[in-house]
């Protein structure tokens, strides 16, 4: 079984019911989510051993975290127990022409605050076929980006491959922060995972005659953006995720994998949507689910755009799908239709 490693910050989502603004009514759900935990999620679904590293603090909140990644089958083994915070963050999720809008209050968060010896990557890689980290985690500050850096070097010198999902927030770090960190780990990086907006904020690097607003999207674009990045880093692949914004509730969803040769693209999705966050990690983890698996060029990228169409229709941070429901739609079965 191939063994996935996956490092970052586990938080706690606060959201309102339904399409509630903030305190429209007195209540909202809580549940767990992040970008690598939510890669993790994916991978342990469709039956790989998942491993999740970050630092979470001791108390009955952090072990609410760690148990929420037990509940699909995460390795939580290698988390680390220690600090005062988990970070959290309000979610209203929008509907129409409102847009979502996401608040973060993680500073101090556990993670935000560790040490590079509360991580021992020598022993954490033994047995890793493969490390997944976003451009979110070196961004929360401290120590982060050294101790992402010390991760890639311990990875690299054990043969793991790398991927990087670029990841910019612009919430928790400026485009010349995140350029100089990001210039440095990207050059451990095997497999860079990116959208129409990441390449242009971190490293300049855009599509020509897109508008990602009005819903024009260029191919031949996005080849040059694809091309640009493994030139200058010299990646194995570059996946682009292609998303087109009619409002909050309804998009075209789409992606874009090059592998140093080809460029293919998948089909399109018109996606209603239920909740879209998490949406780029389900296409992260069913992008490594399916090179690791060996599928084709092709295939790979259908299978983790078909992944990252039904995260759409799934509350929550966590894709909760299978890979049975994720071949069917890339198949073609896209009806919806009740199964009995």
Request: glycine residues 12%; negative net charge; aromatic residues 10%.
């Amino acid at each position: 079984m191939k063994r996935v490693i996956t490092f970052g910050e586990l938080m706690l989502r606060l959201a309102p019911n339904g399409y509630y603004r903030f305190f429209q009514n007195d209540q909202m759900q809580a549940t767990f989510g992040g970008g690598e935990a939510n890669v993790a999620v994916s991978l342990a679904n469709y039956g790989l051993d998942s491993v999740y590293v970050t630092k979470l603090p001791k108390h009955a909140i952090g072990q609410a975290a760690v148990d929420s990644l037990r509940y699909f089958g995460v390795d939580t083994t290698k988390v680390v127990r220690g600090g005062d915070r988990v970070g959290i963050y309000f979610l209203e999720k929008g509907a129409s022409q409102r847009g979502s809008v996401c608040i973060y209050d993680r500073a101090h968060s556990a993670i935000a605050e560790a040490k590079a010896e509360d991580f021992d990557w020598d022993a954490i890689f033994d047995g890793a076929d493969w490390f997944h980290f976003t451009g979110i985690t070196p961004a929360l500050g401290g120590n982060l980006v050294d101790i992402c850096l010390e991760a890639c070097k311990a990875a690299k010198a054990k043969g793991v491959k790398i991927s990087c999902d670029l990841n910019y927030r612009g919430k928790l770090w400026t485009r010349a922060e995140a350029r100089e960190a990001m210039t440095k780990l990207c050059e451990y990086v095997d497999v860079c995972i990116s959208n129409e907006e990441d390449a242009k904020d971190v490293f300049g690097i855009e599509a020509e005659n897109t508008d990602i607003y009005g819903g024009k999207l260029n191919h031949e674009g996005y080849k040059s953006v694809a091309k640009q990045l493994a030139d200058k880093f010299g990646f194995e692949k570059v996946a682009i995720t292609l998303r087109s914004s009619i409002s909050a509730s309804d998009n075209d969803w789409a992606g874009m994998l090059y592998d140093g040769e080809n460029y293919c693209f998948s089909k399109s999705y018109h996606l209603h949507i239920v909740d879209r966050v998490g949406g780029g990690d389900s296409f992260g983890g069913g992008l490594i689910y399916s090179i690791l698996n060996g599928k084709s060029t092709q295939d790979a990228i259908e299978f983790a755009v078909a992944a990252s169409a039904l995260k759409h229709s799934v509350e929550g941070d966590y894709n909760r799908v299978s890979v049975a429901e994720v071949e069917k739609l890339a198949g073609g079965d896209g009806s919806g239709r009740v199964q009995r």
